[in-house]
């Protein structure tokens, strides 16, 4: 079974903070997503990598920055947290464009719903 | 482009009745379809995914969907709706470069005893 975790359930901040969220997947997937979901609004994509040290935006990514370091690890950054950044936040895998997946699924986390006071 | 309309916010059903859950799809390539459903305060699950195979598809706990390329259209339904189907729903269309995916805003199913 593929396991994607994130570093935290909750978490609370307050406004100008620095905020990092940890997704870790082990099944060796190339493509890392990251997303907010709002009441409403559905999935949002904020940025995503399709290899190591690579990331593309998504349709929001204003005020988020992202890592990737190693494979198996991809990191929202928050630089200064802002009340308009309260959300939940899922972060998601997937095999690569080209493999033999049939339609390529992504795997998602349990989610970090983040609070900024 | 593509885009993904699903035209109910929240659908409400009796336990033992069919769900019917509906999703509609504009895509410039030819699409890969998914339905995912999260639980409360869970992650999203797959459902069922469609991509360019047999049209009807049958997913998870009982669901399928339908890819109707004349009316865009990719519901999804089961025919006896349980309690433990209280979730939200999400469709989801997938294609292009970088596996470019847009979710639809989700549907909120209620299961009434």
């Known amino acids: 079974d593929v396991k994607v975790t994130q570093s935290s359930r909750y978490l609370v901040k307050r406004t100008g903070e620095k905020v990092f969220l940890e997704c870790v997947q082990d099944m060796d997937h190339e493509n890392m997503f990251w997303y907010r979901q709002d009441p409403g609004l559905g999935l949002r994509l904020i940025y995503f990598s399709y290899d190591v040290k690579m990331k593309e935006k998504g349709d929001i990514p204003e005020g988020y920055s992202v890592s990737r370091e190693k494979k198996e690890r991809f990191s929202l950054i928050l630089e200064s947290a802002s009340t308009n950044q309260t959300s939940m936040y899922l972060c998601?895998?997937?095999?690569?464009?080209?493999?033999?997946?049939?339609?390529?699924?992504?795997?998602f986390g349990p989610g970090t719903r983040l609070t900024v006071l | 482009a593509q885009s993904v309309t699903q035209l109910d916010s929240h659908v409400s059903v009796s336990e033992g009745t069919p769900v019917l859950l509906r999703c509609n799809y504009s895509?410039?390539?030819?699409?890969?379809l998914f339905w995912y459903v999260q639980h409360p305060n869970k992650g999203l699950q797959l459902l069922l995914k469609y991509t360019s195979a047999a049209t009807l598809v049958k997913g998870i706990n009982g669901f399928e969907a339908e890819f109707k390329k004349s009316e865009t259209s990719f519901h999804l339904t089961k025919p006896s709706a349980h309690m433990s189907d209280a979730a939200e729903y999400f469709c989801v269309v997938s294609g292009g470069g970088y596996q470019k995916v847009t979710f639809g805003t989700g549907t909120k199913l209620q299961v009434i005893p």
């Open positions: 895509s410039s390539y030819s699409p890969s």
């Open positions: 998601a895998s997937s095999l690569a464009l080209g493999r033999p997946a049939g339609g390529i699924e992504q795997f």
